[in-house]
């Protein structure tokens, strides 16, 4: 799961900048171009939560951001969403990304190390859970990029966001791949924390 994981977000990562420029001319329009550019072609189980997570994030986003209907509704004259839509969408999909596969893993009554809450309640609360618990737990570029500017912080990162003034839509994509390391390892360290003997249980 980590590889794959890590593989689509780097993906995620590199179609914000031309979703910044970039509208759609529909929902389901993004919804297939997201699926398209981040998705894959895999046949796993974890593949497939990418995709549906890839959509599921966006449906959760859209019910955050109710003024993303208008970049929507701009897309065939060229209006882009807003990076603060952009990095919420980033976050989410990692916590949808996650939920979707502890659902497959039920589904196919496959064998994973997970807490409590979600093994006792998998139907009921999993997407509460991962809510919860996930979403809060990835790293956003748009805040990675303030905490870099004002704190002098990860130097790295600092020197992409030296040019982000003037075109963010270069140096947050950067950033956003930057981050995903740290983004699967803290999605995936949750759904096999404190869990005994079971290393490697998210692999």
Do not use: N
Not at 16 to 28: H, M, N, Q, R
Not at 152 to 164: H, R
Not at 172 to 184: C, F, N
């Amino acid at each position: 799961m980590y590889d794959t994981a890590c593989a689509a977000g780097e993906r995620l990562a590199r179609a914000l900048g031309p979703l910044a420029t970039e509208g759609a001319e529909s929902a389901d329009v993004l919804v297939a171009r997201l699926v398209s550019a981040v998705g894959g072609d895999g046949g796993t189980l974890a593949d497939a939560a990418v995709r549906r997570g890839v959509a599921a994030a966006v449906r959760d986003v859209r019910d955050r951001h109710p003024e993303m209907a208008d970049a929507i509704d701009g897309g065939a004259s060229g209006g882009g969403f807003a990076w603060d839509i952009l990095c919420d969408l980033y976050q989410v999909f990692f916590a949808d990304m996650v939920g979707e596969f502890l659902r497959s893993v039920v589904a196919e009554h496959a064998q994973l190390a997970v807490p409590v809450l979600v093994a006792t309640d998998p139907e009921g609360r999993i997407a509460d859970w991962v809510a919860e618990k996930v979403v809060d737990m990835v790293p956003s570029p748009c805040e990675e990029s303030v905490e870099a500017t004002d704190a002098a912080q990860a130097l790295e990162t600092a020197q992409l966001v030296v040019g982000a003034v003037e075109d963010p839509s270069a140096a947050l994509p950067k950033i956003a791949e930057l981050l995903v390391p740290r983004a699967v390892g803290k999605v995936l360290g949750l759904i096999t924390e404190e869990i005994p003997g079971e290393e490697g249980a998210a692999a």
